[in-house]
C-alpha cells in the first residue's frame, strides 16, 4: 500500500521540483488547448465592452490610448496578441482562449509558492481549468485581472523580506487597477502598510536598505500615470466610467421596482437624472437622494448574498458533473453549506483565521484581504457582475485552502490514490468546447461575416442596436445607435445621414421604435423610400440599404 503524501510541502514559498512544475503547467496548457480548440464553431462574438477593449488594443499607440478607467493595460495584452492574429474575430478568440489556459496556469503556480504540494496544486488547477467560471464567464477582462493578481502574489511568495513582498503587492495592486479600476484602492492600502512598516521601529539603516524599493516603487507609479493616466479619472472631463457603470445598474434596480420598459442600459441617464438631479458622480448621488441609494445598495448586497451561493454552486464545476437533472445542483449546495461547518480550525472560522494572520502581518493575507475588499465594495455600490465574483472566488478558495484547511490538515489523513483519482476524473469529465459552447445561430458572427462580404461602395453610416459590429468589419462603417433616436424616425434618419439599418429583435423591442408609427411604416415601404431589403443568412435580422450602396444584393448574397 502506498504512504499517504502530504498536503502541503515543507517549503513553502518556494516552488521546488521545476522540472515537475513545468510539465504540470505544460500539461494544463495541452488540456486547455484540446478544451478550446474550435471555439468558433459554437460560440458566438461578444459586443459593447469586450469589443471594445479589442479595437482599442489593436489601435492602441501615441494619440490612440483609451481613457484610463477603461482596462489600458487589457488594451496593451490585446495588442500583443494583435501582432500574432491581426484579424479581430479570430483575435477574440485567440485571447478567449489564451485567458482560459493562462489563468489556471498562474493559480497553479500560486498554489505551489503557498506550499501546496504538486498533486494537489494540480487537482485544484485542473478543476478550475474545466470550471464553468473559467471557460464561460464574459467578459474576459477579470481573467486577465486574475492572471496579473496571480502572478503578483506569487512573486511575493518567493521573496525572504516582507517589505519587498508588500512591495511588489503594490506593484501587482497598481498594474491590475489599470484593468479594473476599483484595485487602486487595493494600491492604496497596501502602500499605506508598505510605508507604515517601513517607519514603524525601523533603525535608519534598516530603513535605507529598502531606497531602492522605493525609488523602484516611485518610478513605476509615475511611469504608469504618465503613460495610461489616474484609472479612477474621468473620460474627457465628463463622467468616469465608475458612475457610468453605477448608473446603468441604479437602472437596472429601478427598472425592476417600477416594472418599467425601459432599457437600463441606454436609458440609465434619464432614470439616473430624475432620481438624482443630474448628479455626476456616486457620491453626490448618494447626498441628493439617500433614500433611493440606500435601496441600491440593500437590494445590491441582497443578491450578491443570493449570487454567492450561485457561483458556489455554478461557476466552480464542469458543465458535465452537475447538469444531468434538474436537482443536479442540490448536493454542491449541500456541499458548500457542510463547507462552512467543516472549514474550521483550532483558530476559529475562516474570517478569524484570516484576521489572526493579519494581525501576524502575513503578507499574503494582507495582500488578499486588500484585494478582496474593493471587489465586495464594488458589488455592493455598483452591481454583483458575474465577472467580478468570479475575480473573487479562486482568491476567497486560496484563503480557505491555505489559512483555513492547511492548519486543520494532517498528512496520514490524505490519502494520494483519492485525490488522483479525483483529478482524473475532474479530467474525463472536462468537455471540449462544444460542450460549453452551443450557439448554432451565432448571429453577431454571421453579422459580421456578412457586412465584411458585401464590398460597399463607400463607407456606410448604418443603424444597429447589437452594439459596436462595426469595429470588426476591415473597411469600417460609422455607426449611429439606437439609443440615439430623439424624434420621429424618418427625421432621424435623414438628420443623421444613414445609409444602412439593422433591423434585428433587440431593435424593433425597443421602446424609442416600438413605438413610433413611422418605424413600422419603413419596414413596410422601404422601396419607396429608395431602399433595399437584404436577408442576413443564418440570422434573424435584416439589412435595408441604400440603393446602389452595394454593388447588388444578388452578388452579395452569392459571395
Known sequence: ????????????????????????????????????????????????????????????????????????????????????????????????????????????????????????????????????????????????????????????????????????????????????????????????????????????????????????????????????????????????????????????????????????????????????????????????????????LVSNAAHYALYLVLVVAYLPFPQTIFRLHPWGDVPVVLLAVGAVFLARNKEGPFCSALGTRIRRFDTLAIGLAAILLPSALSCVVIAPKWHVLFLQFPLVVLCIVVFVLKPFSSPSRIHPDLWIAVAALALLLAPGSTRYFQDDKRENLKTIRFLQSLGFVEKPTILEAQGELHLYVDNSFRRVEEFAKDGPFLSFLESRGIDAVIDSPELSSDSRFRSDPEWGAFLKEYESLGFERIDVPGTRRVLYVRKGLVRSSEESEGR
Open 1 to 296: 500500500m502506498p504512504l499517504p503524501v502530504p498536503v502541503f510541502s515543507k517549503r513553502p514559498g518556494r516552488l521546488g521540483g521545476r522540472l515537475v512544475d513545468l510539465s504540470v503547467a505544460i500539461w494544463l496548457v495541452a488540456v486547455g488547448v484540446r478544451m478550446t480548440w474550435g471555439l468558433e464553431r459554437g460560440l458566438d462574438i461578444g459586443l459593447y465592452d469586450e469589443t471594445l477593449y479589442l479595437a482599442w488594443g489593436a489601435t492602441l499607440g501615441p494619440g490612440h490610448m483609451p481613457s484610463p478607467a477603461w482596462a489600458p493595460l487589457y488594451c496593451a495584452w490585446y495588442k500583443s496578441l494583435s501582432v500574432l492574429q491581426p484579424d479581430r474575430v479570430a483575435l477574440y478568440y485567440l485571447n478567449f482562449a489564451t485567458l482560459a489556459i493562462l489563468t489556471p496556469v498562474a493559480f497553479y503556480l500560486l498554489l505551489r509558492t503557498c506550499g501546496l504540494a504538486v498533486w494537489m496544486a494540480a487537482a485544484i488547477a485542473t478543476f478550475f481549468l474545466a470550471s464553468d467560471g473559467n471557460m464561460i464567464v464574459w467578459p474576459r477582462v477579470s481573467h486577465f485581472a486574475l492572471c496579473v493578481l496571480f502572478t503578483t502574489l506569487a512573486a511575493s511568495r518567493v521573496v525572504r523580506s516582507r517589505a519587498r513582498s508588500v512591495c511588489i503587492l503594490c506593484i501587482g495592486a497598481l498594474l491590475a487597477s489599470y484593468v479594473r479600476p476599483e484595485f487602486y484602492l487595493s494600491f492604496l492600502l497596501l502602500a499605506g502598510v508598505y510605508l507604515a512598516g517601513l517607519l514603524w521601529k525601523r533603525p535608519p539603516r534598516r530603513f535605507r536598505r529598502h531606497i531602492g524599493c522605493l525609488v523602484s516603487l516611485a518610478a513605476i507609479v509615475t511611469l504608469l500615470h504618465l503613460v495610461f493616466g489616474f484609472p479612477l479619472g474621468s473620460e474627457g472631463g465628463g463622467e468616469d466610467r465608475g458612475f457610468i457603470a453605477f448608473g446603468q445598474h441604479f437602472a437596472a434596480n429601478w427598472v425592476r421596482w417600477h416594472a418599467s420598459d425601459l432599457n437600463p442600459f441606454t436609458d440609465w441617464r434619464e432614470i439616473v437624472s430624475a432620481s438624482f438631479d443630474g448628479a455626476r458622480s456616486v457620491t453626490a448621488a448618494a447626498l441628493y437622494n439617500p433614500a433611493a441609494f440606500v435601496a441600491h
